[in-house]
């Protein structure tokens, strides 16, 4: 070809040259085959559990000194809610790295995703999302389903939570109080530094007041107020569990999440090939076997 020709013009003949090649080798049937995979490359995707699909950031909201949410919009309505209990994975192309985070939009939503992130100085991604503006975009996949919760599959689900980790446990409570039919009892223990810290707080308790009978939380603080504080302070201890999470039993299904040192404390880490691993920590003193616990 001529060394000035246009790309545009190179790409169209080229095109047009496979084309033939295929009809002529295959037929139609050859070029409706690759007409198909070249449409479809085009085709828009709300998101896809085999590859990354960028995402554009709409919305961001404060919610503390170190924490955002994300708003990150579909390109096209999803046609069906995410499953429950999932997370998707967010990826920097750049580095390569990929963290999975939790949505807190609501069960039902198909239009958007909110990721409540928080942000720490030796986190790559966390520091990255932060500086995003709206309409960025990064890449996202899936969702990943984290735990199959079916209603009703338990009569009492315990939580044992950090941090952001309450991420995937409003996801459940969200699913389980919105349906009528699901009669489970949740107790939440919810550890954190501050009471600033507590995240979703207001809607946490807006949700107890709402189900008084099937949803009780307890919190505990490192650093609480100086001044009208009743519940725990400090680590989560056995005290804690035993008053606040059902006893070991068939009925019951304890689920833990937060940081490293929390998990390893409290349930035990995943193993390295992210299985659950044996349980571990307060809740194998206790007696919890591992059928009853579950690691996100």
């Not at 996202?140 to 599959?153: D, F, H, Q, R, S």
């Not at 505990?220 to 201890?237: H, I, Y």
């Not at 059902?246 to 304890?254: E, F, H, M, R």
Request: overall charge positive; glycine content about 8%.
């Amino acid at each position: 070809f001529p060394l000035n020709i246009k790309k545009s013009t190179l790409f169209n003949m080229l095109k047009k040259v496979i084309t033939a090649g295929l009809i002529g080798a295959g037929g139609y049937g050859g070029y409706k085959l690759y007409k198909t995979s070249f449409d479809n490359s085009k085709e828009k995707l709300s998101i896809s559990r085999e590859k990354f699909i960028p995402l554009a950031v709409s919305k961001i909201t404060p919610v503390n000194h170190n924490t955002k949410i994300f708003r990150l919009n579909f390109q096209k309505p999803l046609k069906e809610p995410f499953p429950i209990a999932s997370c998707i994975l967010v990826k920097d192309d750049s580095s390569q790295i990929v963290r999975p985070y939790t949505p807190i939009s609501l069960v039902d939503e198909l239009n958007f995703i909110d990721l409540m992130i928080k942000r720490y100085d030796n986190g790559h991604m966390s520091k990255l999302i932060h500086s995003l503006k709206v309409g960025d975009k990064i890449d996202v996949k899936g969702p990943i389903v984290t735990l199959p919760y079916a209603a009703n599959m338990k009569k009492h689900i315990g939580m044992i939570c950090g941090g952001t980790g309450i991420t995937p446990m409003h996801q459940l409570i969200d699913c389980i109080l919105r349906n009528p039919e699901d009669k489970t009892k949740i107790y939440l223990v919810y550890a954190n530094i501050t009471k600033e810290d507590i995240l979703l707080y207001d809607d946490l308790e807006k949700l107890a007041k709402d189900n008084p009978e099937r949803l009780k939380i307890y919190y505990t603080l490192d650093n609480p107020p100086e001044n009208g504080w009743t519940q725990g302070t400090g680590f989560v201890s056995q005290k804690m569990i035993k008053e606040n999470i059902p006893a070991p039993s068939d009925d019951v299904l304890v689920l833990v999440c937060g940081p490293g040192g929390m998990m390893r404390h409290v349930s035990g880490t995943k193993a390295r090939d992210r299985s659950q691993g044996p349980v571990e920590g307060l809740l194998k003193e206790l007696g919890y076997t591992q059928s009853q616990v579950h690691k996100f």
